[in-house]
């Protein structure tokens, strides 16, 4: 008996029409999925379906109490299923990816020694930094093979706790050995966190088989994009220590001179929780899952090659990478138009094109420095700039990023577009504004969505004409 592969899930929003400046409107081209993605159509009917229940959750005897409660728990159930967790792993709901790293850096206890790569997303970079912790960063490597020398040469000399790797460059794309990291990491009795919100939505995770101990991950590089994150791991570093936000719910007990916080995961999910946005995420990874996180890697890095090849062909366009050309990579493309500032070729892409791409350092600034080739003196004016109260221009570049609603059809008017800008030029006047950087049709011609909404533009506007 033959059974049909489950459907392409399907994205809100995936046929939406734009207009451009010329007046005339296309349907929309993401390639910004690496910054967030749409949300599912089967995670929006959710969330629909479950708003008339929702209710607060935990000790709540009221039936919708009672279904809110069950909904958020059988969301921690989802996490713990797709990303094939060890049994005894906490699911901790935060926000986002660089709320779950800021968590675990709270936990860890001061002088914990922590090594990760200069390479790493802001999120990985950022929270080991508050002077609690000893850090070090390993320059960028050349290779997989040398992130692992330079790694293994590092954990042999110094003694070290935690090993805080990405899964996926969010700038260039790399797919990291983390599985090789984390067998260095044990062997040499330290552990290891796994950034993996790049890496998550477009390639299958298992803690398990990677055998890392700390797995963060955003809802809105998941297809839910309702404002939940998830930190996942081995339970004892955040049992130990205080809860990372104090409040109602973290405790068993409280006098005005105690304290008696409670056990995972309440400890770490002080206050009401989010859980709209859990319910999201679980419904998002059970349609993933559902799918076959295996198909979506298959396709995806077909089309990711594929986009890197055809605009690598684009003359006067460069391609980016850390990594030799032959390393397998997610679809993150970063480029650059000569003659044109990244800000400006992003602009007209949207004016023009009704393509939404990425444009700038992409949270991650050490990285794009050595990508680009940045001189060290460049730097320290770009620094003592910014101290002196002034905005300077901070080298950058441009980023297409595909996902589950990308096709063959979209890369290749993408790649299209790029060339007629390259050939033509801009076919509308744009202004850049000296104090961000940023580049804008003037003038923009473009009505904005009745979205029963009240925007910054509407309240504006209000406010000059009162």
């Known amino acids: 008996m033959v059974v049909d592969s489950p459907a392409r899930p399907r994205l809100v929003g995936e046929d939406v029409e734009v207009p451009l400046?010329?007046?005339?409107?296309?349907?929309?081209?993401?390639?910004d999925y690496a910054a967030s993605s749409p949300t599912l159509v089967e995670v929006a009917q959710a969330v629909q379906g479950f708003m008339p229940y929702y209710s607060s959750v935990h000790r709540g005897a009221g039936f919708k109490s009672q279904v809110s409660t069950a909904v958020y728990e059988g969301a921690r159930a989802a996490v713990h299923a797709f990303f094939r967790a060890r049994r005894d792993d906490a699911v901790i709901f935060t926000r986002n990816t660089t709320?779950?790293?800021?968590?675990?850096?709270?936990?860890?206890?001061p002088g914990t020694s922590v090594v990760a790569f200069a390479t790493e997303h802001h999120a990985n970079l950022l929270p080991w930094q508050k002077g609690r912790h000893h850090v070090t960063y390993l320059p960028p490597p050349a290779s997989a093979d040398e992130a692992l020398a330079r790694l293994e040469d590092h954990l042999r000399q110094a003694p070290t706790d935690l090993v805080a790797v990405t899964g996926a460059s969010n700038v260039t794309g790399e797919l990291w050995p983390v599985a090789?990291?984390?067998g260095l990491a044990h062997a040499n009795g330290a552990r290891i966190l796994l950034d993996a919100a790049q890496l998550a939505p477009h390639y299958p995770v298992s803690v398990t088989d990677l055998?890392?101990?700390?797995?963060?991950?955003?809802?809105?590089?998941?297809?839910?994009?309702?404002?939940?994150?998830?930190?996942?791991?081995r339970p004892d570093w955040l049992a130990q220590s205080d809860p990372y936000m104090r409040g109602g719910g973290a405790v068993d007990f409280v006098t005005t001179t105690e304290v008696l916080w409670t056990s995972l995961p309440d400890r770490q999910e002080a206050g009401s929780p989010n859980v709209v946005g859990a319910a999201a995420l679980g419904k998002a990874l059970e349609v993933l899952q559902r799918y076959g996180m295996e198909?979506?890697?298959?396709?995806?890095?077909?089309?990711a090659e594929y986009a890197r090849g055809q605009l690598g062909r684009v003359p006067g366009v460069d391609v980016y990478r850390l990594w030799d050309a032959g390393a397998p990579r997610i679809g993150v493309l970063p480029f650059n138009?000569?003659?044109?500032?990244?800000?400006?070729?992003?602009?007209?892409?949207?004016?023009?094109?009704?393509?939404g791409?990425?444009?700038?350092?992409?949270?991650?600034?050490?990285?794009?420095?050595?990508?680009?080739q940045v001189d060290s003196s460049d730097i320290v004016q770009i620094r003592a700039s910014f101290r002196q109260g002034t905005r300077p221009k901070v080298p950058g570049a441009v980023r297409a990023s595909l996902g589950l609603g990308t096709t063959k059809e979209d890369v290749d008017y993408f790649?299209?577009?790029?060339?007629?800008?390259?050939a033509h030029g801009p076919r509308w006047r744009y202004v850049e504004d000296p104090r961000t950087g940023e580049s804008s049709p003037q003038p923009d011609p473009r009505p904005w969505p009745s979205l029963g909404l009240t925007t910054n533009r509407e309240r504006s506007s209000a406010a000059e004409s009162s």
């Open 99 to 109: 709320d779950s790293i800021n968590l675990l850096a709270e936990s860890l206890a």
């Open 211 to 233: 055998d890392v101990d700390y797995l963060a991950v955003s809802g809105h590089k998941l297809y839910a994009p309702y404002g939940a994150g998830v930190l996942l791991g």
């Open 337 to 355: 138009v000569h003659g044109y500032s990244y800000g400006q070729v992003a602009a007209v892409l949207s004016a023009e094109y009704g393509i």
């Open 357 to 372: 791409v990425r444009h700038g350092c992409f949270c991650a600034h050490p990285l794009m420095v050595h990508v680009l």
């Open 295 to 303: 198909r979506v890697a298959e396709e995806e890095l077909a089309l």
């Open 180 to 182: 090789k990291l984390a």
């Open 21 to 31: 400046v010329d007046g005339s409107s296309r349907r929309y081209v993401n390639m």
């Open 415 to 422: 790649v299209a577009s790029v060339s007629n800008l390259v």
